[in-house]
């Protein structure tokens, strides 16, 4: 990071530092602390921890009077420095490059830290340089996934209050940066929750927006229709001020595995009977997927097998991350014609395609049965039931993932059949 944007990171924080637990209120949320400790369960207690970013080093204190452990707190502000306890060792530097050596740390925790990157490639390969082959990562951040169309508002607001912080995006988008840098995402939470502060100090941020900006915050809050307001869960009664905060923790470890030249998907038709009509739950491929080429187009459920995966396993996974539901049990695809012999788990799949380009992949589709309702576990996607009579008009005008196409054409076709 630049030194003229590292020493304005420094003043920020040296001024927050004075009454930092009084305005950082999700340091008293239990619920992100749970979920940020809770891999530490599965590790042994001489693991060495780093809080980074931690600032007064309050997380690495709490966990430490618990267990015993060994933390190391880095961060930019020496003020915030002056307030870790002396049971924690405390190293000033930039998360970008850190003193330490290669596999260093067994367990690292980025609490709302990366926001403050101005290079999160840089960043997220530094986590991984510090961090042991066997270890874990935990990385949570606010993300703008609760604000759906109005996502403007959010960075607007964002930028007036502290023009500091970089736009992380959706928890989506994050995703996709910590695949891309070699991290494997083991566990993803989404927490939403409603944060409410005293209006004039939200506005000051610890005296670090200045009396002129305040102005320009209340005056644009003052313009954001009512409706939408509302629909965002902002408001302002008896000077205080709350709105709705939507956190995305990701647990991660280093990703030595290298995808094969072919990635093999497992795809799913889930069925639904509605009305005593028949059903298939179809999504957008959103604008943040890794290939470009496909954005918006109609797919089924499906995703890549990781390591250590079987088919049965990709499925449940990906089809709960997805949708929200719970894979019941696999279909007999009995009707299909290319694959009449192959038997997975004893159940014949409904179709094998393939499809190349500058990306390669090879689709397992099954149908299969699910219960639950609609609630995706990833804040982007947007599954719906689609009725087979619209799957024809879809796949007649609109546009359909090509690994889909084929096999979708062959499930109306046969559907007609019947």
């Not at 305005?23 to 992100?32: A, F, K, P, Q, R």
């Not at 639904?272 to 999504?283: M, V």
């Amino acid at each position: 990071m630049k030194n003229e944007d590292l020493k304005k990171i420094q003043s920020q924080f040296n001024k927050r530092a004075r009454n930092y637990k009084e305005y950082t209120l999700w340091i008293e949320n239990d619920e992100i602390y749970k979920k940020c400790t809770e891999p530490l369960n599965s590790f042994v207690k001489s693991i060495e921890c780093l809080d980074l970013g931690g600032g007064t080093g309050w997380l690495a204190a709490k966990e430490k009077n618990k267990s015993g452990r060994n933390w190391t707190v880095l961060d930019i502000s020496d003020e915030m420095g002056a307030k870790v306890p002396k049971a924690i060792k405390f190293v000033k530097g930039d998360f970008h490059e850190t003193p330490f050596e290669d596999n260093k740390f067994g367990f690292i925790i980025a609490l709302s830290t990366f926001q403050y990157s101005n290079n999160l490639n840089s960043a997220l390969k530094e986590l991984k340089r510090i961090l042991l082959p066997e270890g874990q990562v935990v990385i949570a951040q606010k993300f703008d996934d609760n604000y759906g169309s109005n996502k403007k508002i959010f960075k607007t607001l964002t930028t007036l209050r502290n023009p500091l912080k970089k736009q992380i995006g959706s928890s989506l988008k994050f995703k996709d940066s910590l695949k891309k840098n070699g991290l494997k995402i083991l566990k993803q939470y989404n927490i939403k929750h409603n944060y409410k502060y005293p209006l004039d100090k939200w506005l000051s941020r610890s005296g670090t927006i200045p009396i002129q900006r305040q102005k320009e915050i209340l005056s644009y809050l003052k313009v954001i229709p009512e409706e939408i307001k509302e629909k965002l869960n902002i408001q302002i009664n008896d000077g205080q001020i709350s709105y709705d905060i939507c956190w995305g923790i990701f647990v991660c470890a280093k990703n030595i595995y290298k995808y094969p030249s072919i990635a093999i998907v497992a795809t799913l038709i889930v069925e639904r009977t509605i009305n005593q009509e028949k059903y298939i739950l179809l999504q957008k491929r959103q604008s943040l997927y890794e290939e470009p080429e496909y954005h918006d187009q109609w797919e089924l459920p499906q995703g890549k097998l990781e390591r250590n995966e079987n088919i049965r396993d990709t499925a449940v996974r990906e089809l709960f991350e997805e949708t929200g539901l719970t894979l019941k049990y696999f279909r007999e695809g009995e009707k299909s014609n290319n694959i009449s012999s192959i038997k997975i788990f004893g159940v014949t799949p409904y179709f094998i395609t393939h499809l190349e380009g500058k990306h390669n992949f090879l689709s397992i589709a099954f149908i299969v049965d699910a219960e639950g309702e609609l609630e995706p576990q990833i804040l982007n996607t947007k599954p719906e039931w689609i009725s087979i009579s619209k799957l024809k008009a879809i796949l007649k005008s609109e546009k359909v993932f090509p690994l889909n196409s084929e096999v979708l054409q062959k499930y109306v076709d046969e559907h007609e059949e019947r």
